[in-house]
């Protein structure tokens, strides 16, 4: 910010009157500039269809299978079902086959469910035990 770089003072000791009003100005412009920027992104995101519905439902689509298939037959190696559903939906990530909001999105769910199951899960209680 160029702005702060204004002396205080005038090379004869004078005070530079006007500095207070341009650092305001400045600020002021900075703050404004990035509040319109992200109050409007969404609204041009939407508007230019950037985004694509479909592709988020194949990807859920695909995230929920590899669910169903984990808790199915979680395997040896992982402790229940909800922790084999928790590595597929990474994999599934790491082979880009899913973004990731759904791989947030559905690592909630399995979550939550994992925690339902418990059974004995008070509400506002800690993370799931994997």
Request: net charge negative; hydrophobic share 45%; proline share 6%.
């Amino acid at each position: 910010m160029i702005a702060l770089s204004i002396p205080a003072t005038l090379p004869g000791g004078q005070p530079f009157h006007e500095r207070d009003l341009i650092l305001a100005v400045a600020a002021l412009t900075i703050i404004g500039s990035v509040l319109m920027q992200g109050l409007t992104l969404r609204h041009f995101i939407d508007r230019a269809a950037l985004r694509d519905d479909a592709e988020e439902e194949r990807e859920e689509s695909e995230a929920r299978q590899a669910i169903e298939i984990a808790l199915a037959k979680p395997g040896r190696e992982h402790a229940n079902g909800f922790d084999a559903a928790r590595q597929a939906l990474l994999k599934l990530r790491e082979r880009d086959r899913i973004g990731d909001e759904v791989l947030v999105r559905m690592l909630r769910e399995t979550d939550l469910t994992s925690r339902a199951a418990e059974g004995d899960a008070l509400p506002g209680a800690g993370p799931p035990n994997p």
